[in-house]
């Protein structure tokens, strides 16, 4: 008779430090899996207190809870199958990033993670000591190792959990989002799956936590790197895969195959499951966007009726003299294809009180950037006054091109909570813009259409603070400012290479400069969408205060 073992893969969402929540999550999915005949239940790693918990896991109240409830969730779950979760134990003095098999009212195996992540968004030698590297647990007819996260990047905790009696691997993961990372996961698994020689199972939680997003993706491999089963990216997922001895070992049998979208699309999804996200588990239902008429304020809009629906969102214009009459039409246009709220209040007003207010002491100085940001500092006040007084929360509208030169008013413009566009070059929202209009798919709430007029994308981009002001005025064409800061922030290129990829030196060390002095802004801007290996925060900690350059910039170049 032929050995089988189903095994149930739980891809779900966690809120951060909601133990209780989450426990009763994955007993919901330990019932499921009960149901199904399954022998083991996982779920992803740190699944019972959310990830990334920084430094709220060095609180002995919180670790302490955390181990109850482990030690509950063990008893709750004895009579059926084995549970795997994720968790935190403390050993001594030693605090662990830890996976947790519960079987037969016990806590039977803890697997506890090895190889601590201390780059881009992780700092985990920060809270966690290093485990030792634990040999497979036996549930039913199957011995599994359990290399957690990052021990499945390296070869060595596969080889060992493989020459010390595993017979397949499972793979806990709370691992982020970045554009292009399922490549960079099915490589590394396929090489322990060539290595060991066993089937291997990928299993990574989904969902939104501050600015990361975790994008499910879990995978089956079979041994000889054959994928056998592929869940849904951004979505939750419940799926149960079954598994059969034969003369070569276990090998999984085909099941669920999702198809995993373009990198576009994934961008745009794990921009409207961040904000979602951000706004359910801090509490907000409704959101409120100063609509401009311009592309970066269209796509917010856009984006929160995708996350919230039409009905959770209010559009505002808040026009001055150097409004356009068409920008008034095109956000008109925006939040009527959108079938939201728009609200107007002209700033002329206020904005006459505020200089009569500076009149005596600015005196005959002439008009400078300085006005210009009172219209901007202007808005952002009436828009979170709208938002406390209707506890909306207020998105910030800054694209990464912006944020990092700083083309952004520091308590104007910047005011709010959140801001999915942080991480999305002016040039990609201007694509990403174009694929919403010709794309819908069933996880968007908002009206399929073109919902962003042809005009917003097409015509050039304004500030509109001045007369006929354009951004091209103070900033290169977004086509050459895009490759350069990509060549400066996401490569942490220099002015060398920049000027090798065919851009003049000088324009460059501009640039550079910018970026560097407008460090204070992004160190008080809202949390915003990760989407790149170097989004603005915690991928890239630079100090405020800093007079560093590229000496290129001025000798040029050796």
Same mark, same amino acid.
């Given at each position: 008779?032929?050995?089988?073992?189903?095994?149930?893969?739980?891809?779900?969402?966690?809120?951060?430090?909601?133990?209780?929540?989450?426990?009763?999550?994955?007993?919901?999915?330990?019932?499921?899996?009960?149901?199904?005949?399954?022998?083991?239940?996982?779920?992803?790693?740190?699944?019972?207190?959310?990830?990334?918990?920084?430094?709220?896991?060095?609180?002995?109240?919180?670790?302490?809870?955390?181990?109850?409830?482990?030690?509950?969730?063990?008893?709750?779950?004895?009579?059926?199958?084995?549970?795997?979760?994720?968790?935190?134990?403390?050993?001594?003095?030693?605090?662990?990033?830890?996976?947790?098999?519960?079987?037969?009212?016990?806590?039977?195996?803890?697997?506890?993670?090895?190889?601590?992540?201390?780059?881009?968004?992780?700092?985990?030698?920060?809270?966690?000591?290093?485990?030792?590297?634990?040999?497979?647990?036996?549930?039913?007819?199957?011995?599994?190792?359990?290399?957690?996260?990052?021990?499945?990047?390296?070869?060595?905790?596969?080889?060992?959990?493989?020459?010390?009696?595993?017979?397949?691997?499972?793979?806990?993961?709370?691992?982020?989002?970045?554009?292009?990372?399922?490549?960079?996961?099915?490589?590394?698994?396929?090489?322990?799956?060539?290595?060991?020689?066993?089937?291997?199972?990928?299993?990574?939680?989904?969902?939104?936590?501050?600015?990361?997003?975790?994008?499910?993706?879990?995978?089956?491999?079979?041994?000889?790197?054959?994928?056998?089963?592929?869940?849904?990216?951004?979505?939750?997922?419940?799926?149960?895969?079954?598994?059969?001895?034969?003369?070569?070992?276990?090998?999984?049998?085909?099941?669920?195959?999702?198809?995993?979208?373009?990198?576009?699309?994934?961008?745009?999804?794990?921009?409207?499951?961040?904000?979602?996200?951000?706004?359910?588990?801090?509490?907000?239902?409704?959101?409120?966007?100063?609509?401009?008429?311009?592309?970066?304020?269209?796509?917010?809009?856009?984006?929160?009726?995708?996350?919230?629906?039409?009905?959770?969102?209010?559009?505002?214009?808040?026009?001055?003299?150097?409004?356009?009459?068409?920008?008034?039409?095109?956000?008109?246009?925006?939040?009527? &294809?959108?079938?939201?709220?728009? !609200?107007? =209040? @002209?700033?002329?007003?206020?904005?006459? *009180?505020?200089? #009569?207010? /500076?009149?005596?002491?600015?005196?005959?100085?002439?008009?400078?950037?300085?006005?210009?940001?009172?219209?901007?500092?202007?808005?952002?006040?009436?828009?979170?006054?709208?938002?406390?007084?209707?506890?909306?929360?207020?998105?910030?509208?800054?694209?990464?091109?912006?944020?990092?030169?700083?083309?952004?008013?520091?308590?104007?413009?910047?005011?709010?909570?959140?801001?999915?566009?942080?991480?999305?070059?002016?040039?990609?929202?201007?694509?990403?813009?174009?694929?919403?209009?010709?794309?819908?798919?069933?996880?968007?709430?908002?009206?399929?259409?073109?919902?962003?007029?042809?005009?917003?994308?097409?015509?050039?981009?304004?500030?509109?603070?001045? &007369?006929?002001?354009?951004?091209? !005025?103070? =900033? @290169?064409?977004?086509?050459?400012?895009? *490759?350069?800061? #990509?060549? /400066?922030?996401?490569?942490?290129?220099?002015?060398?290479?920049?000027?090798?990829?065919?851009?003049?030196?000088?324009?460059?060390?501009?640039?550079?400069?910018?970026?560097?002095?407008?460090?204070?802004?992004?160190?008080?801007?809202?949390?915003?969408?990760?989407?790149?290996?170097?989004?603005?925060?915690?991928?890239?900690?630079?100090?405020?205060?800093?007079?560093?350059?590229?000496?290129?910039?001025?000798?040029?170049?050796?």
């Amino acid at each position: 008779m032929t050995d089988r073992f189903r095994l149930t893969l739980a891809q779900l969402n966690p809120v951060m430090g909601d133990i209780e929540g989450n426990a009763a999550r994955a007993r919901e999915a330990w019932a499921q899996g009960r149901t199904a005949g399954a022998d083991m239940v996982a779920l992803p790693e740190m699944f019972l207190i959310g990830y990334n918990p920084q430094d709220l896991v060095l609180r002995p109240a919180f670790q302490a809870d955390a181990m109850r409830a482990i030690e509950a969730l063990a008893q709750d779950c004895a009579e059926g199958p084995a549970l795997g979760i994720g968790g935190l134990w403390r050993e001594g003095a030693q605090l662990h990033n830890a996976w947790f098999v519960l079987q037969g009212g016990r806590i039977a195996a803890v697997m506890l993670k090895h190889h601590l992540p201390n780059y881009l968004v992780f700092d985990e030698k920060r809270t966690f000591a290093s485990g030792p590297v634990s040999g497979p647990y036996a549930v039913g007819p199957v011995r599994i190792g359990t290399p957690v996260c990052e021990d499945a990047w390296f070869p060595d905790v596969a080889e060992t959990q493989a020459e010390t009696g595993a017979e397949m691997l499972l793979v806990p993961n709370g691992s982020p989002y970045y554009r292009d990372k399922m490549e960079v996961r099915l490589n590394h698994m396929v090489a322990r799956v060539v290595e060991t020689e066993l089937p291997l199972v990928y299993l990574n939680m989904v969902g939104g936590q501050d600015d990361q997003v975790f994008d499910g993706a879990s995978f089956v491999l079979n041994p000889g790197g054959e994928l056998v089963v592929q869940l849904p990216v951004m979505e939750e997922a419940l799926a149960h895969v079954d598994f059969e001895r034969g003369a070569e070992g276990w090998r999984a049998r085909p099941g669920t195959r999702a198809q995993i979208p373009d990198a576009l699309e994934q961008d745009y999804h794990a921009m409207v499951v961040a904000l979602r996200d951000y706004m359910r588990k801090s509490g907000f239902e409704k959101a409120l966007v100063g609509l401009s008429g311009g592309i970066d304020s269209a796509m917010v809009a856009v984006v929160a009726a995708d996350a919230l629906g039409p009905g959770n969102l209010r559009c505002v214009m808040l026009p001055s003299e150097y409004t356009s009459p068409d920008s008034l039409e095109d956000a008109a246009s925006v939040a009527g &294809a959108l079938g939201t709220r728009l !609200d107007e =209040l @002209p700033i002329s007003g206020p904005r006459a *009180a505020v200089t #009569e207010a /500076l009149a005596p002491l600015f005196g005959d100085l002439p008009p400078d950037v300085t006005e210009e940001n009172v219209q901007s500092r202007l808005r952002g006040l009436l828009l979170m006054a709208l938002s406390n007084k209707f506890g909306e929360m207020l998105l910030t509208t800054g694209n990464k091109s912006e944020v990092a030169v700083g083309y952004a008013t520091i308590y104007g413009d910047m005011s709010g909570g959140y801001n999915p566009l942080k991480d999305l070059y002016k040039t990609r929202v201007f694509a990403a813009a174009r694929w919403r209009n010709a794309n819908h798919r069933d996880w968007m709430k908002g009206p399929a259409g073109a919902v962003i007029p042809s005009r917003i994308i097409s015509k050039p981009p304004s500030a509109e603070l001045r &007369a006929d002001q354009r951004d091209s !005025d103070s =900033l @290169p064409d977004y086509e050459h400012l895009d *490759a350069m800061l #990509e060549i /400066l922030v996401d490569r942490d290129g220099s002015i060398e290479d920049c000027v090798a990829a065919g851009f003049d030196r000088a324009e460059a060390a501009r640039i550079e400069h910018l970026i560097y002095v407008s460090e204070y802004k992004r160190f008080q801007s809202a949390p915003g969408t990760r989407l790149s290996k170097r989004a603005f925060w915690l991928d890239r900690r630079y100090p405020i205060v800093n007079r560093w350059r590229d000496a290129a910039s001025e000798s040029g170049g050796a």
